[in-house]
């Protein structure tokens, strides 16, 4: 049964060319897809995730975004790690498989104003578990401090 599981997991994660350094890559799972076309939501995550990636270094990772709620409640079933104690986890992290789970509906909609509740801060988080190689989370914030406090280039739109 957990082998179909898997299985059913993996034919429902899709692909896109949304490459944010060499070896890191953005997947997306979403129970909507149809005909492998990845969902406009799913895109509009991947547009904040990407240059974040990017403008912290992500090192060779692979990064799936669950793209709606339901979509991340299947994630963190099968993977065993649902919220504890009513926490709201917006991103977990896997590094014996070099893979991040991203919850997609909070990068678009942040349920507050908070800079912890921004996607920059939740993808700084959880780079801070992956470069340290460590579940520690105060190590992990630590180092999103740091990152966050990198000055970061001025982006600016083209016409």
Known sequence: MKRITAL???????????????QT???FYSTTAKNSVIPIVC????AIIKPLLTMYHSPSWTWIVACSEADWNRVVVHI??????????????????????????YV???????DVSQPGHTIAHELGHILLHT???????????????EPQPTIIASK
Do not use: C, W
Not at 82 to 93: E, H, P
Not at 108 to 114: A, K, V
Not at 135 to 149: I, N
């Open 108 to 114: 678009l909609h942040p349920f507050n104003l908070d």
């Open 80 to 105: 065993g790690q649902q919220d504890s104690a009513g926490g709201l986890t917006l991103a977990t992290t896997d590094l014996e498989n070099h893979v991040t789970y991203i919850r997609g509906f």
């Open 43 to 46: 895109e509009a995550e991947g």
């Open 8 to 22: 059913l997991f993996a034919l429902v994660v899709l692909s896109a060319n949304l490459t944010a350094t060499a």
């Open 135 to 149: 579940r520690d989370e105060d190590r992990a914030e630590k180092k999103a401090g740091e990152l966050l406090k």
């Open 25 to 27: 890559n953005i997947q």
